[in-house]
């Protein structure tokens, strides 16, 4: 996969991430997948009292109905894109072509340069330093600037490339981790229930199914579901 495609895939991905920020997380990570049977009583007890706080008929107020998680992965997706649009703007975008001056407009070719000027300053293809800019945006104008799309540009140079293709990287690795569609590695803080006594870690997070492995005896465990015989 290219970077332009990275950079496709957040755009055709955005509006999921903003319905997945407007509500609560639905899952958590890591999975437990049984190792809530390693966890101490009173880590139990605590677990047990966290979800009682967060029943719908518990006393006091509610959590915010917003994945404040999603919306900071999002700021940050945004901020690197529209940095990197501003940036790479500055180097490959030509500038407006101005109109002379001294004739009024009475004279046509004139009247046709100010024409000119101004149908360049508003081509549609230019990334735009003000006003409203969002992260689909960004991407749209980055992903179409390493295609090479014909408009009031150079052709990105290499080193250009590479800066564009590490922040999209970036971004699309956040977003596939956030929206499930990421494979992810993380500690368990439970050792291993084997005489080994070592590091857990869980792996999951794209699709497949996850596992629990112990990176000293090598050990695994995954789910087992329930309807199997």
Known sequence: MTAADDLDTIT?????????????????????????????????ADQAAERADT????????????????LDVMTTIETGLITAADWLASRVQRPAFKAPT????????????????????????????A????APDAAEWLAL???????????????????????????????????????????????????CGGQLVVEGGDGAPPKVLCEDCGRTWTEVPSDAA
Do not use: N
């Open 55 to 70: 029943a719908p008929d518990a006393p006091g107020p509610r959590p915010t109905p917003v994945d404040i998680d999603v």
């Open 12 to 44: 055709e991905r955005w509006t999921t991430l903003q319905e997945r920020a407007g509500t609560r997380p639905t899952s958590t990570w890591p999975p437990a997948m049984g190792i809530t049977r390693l966890m101490t009583d009173e880590e139990r």
């Open 102 to 129: 001294g004739h009024g407009w009475s004279d046509d070719t004139h009247r046709a340069a100010v024409l000119l000027a101004a149908k360049d300053a508003a081509d549609p293809r230019r990334w735009k330093y």
């Open 145 to 195: 600037r390493l295609r090479d799309a014909p408009g009031p540009f150079r052709r990105l140079d290499e080193g250009e490339r590479q800066a564009v293709a590490e922040v999209a990287a970036s971004g699309v690795e956040l977003l596939r981790k956030t929206l499930g569609d990421a494979r992810r590695r993380e500690t368990v803080p439970h050792p291993c229930p084997m005489p």
């Open 131 to 134: 006003g409203p800019r969002t």
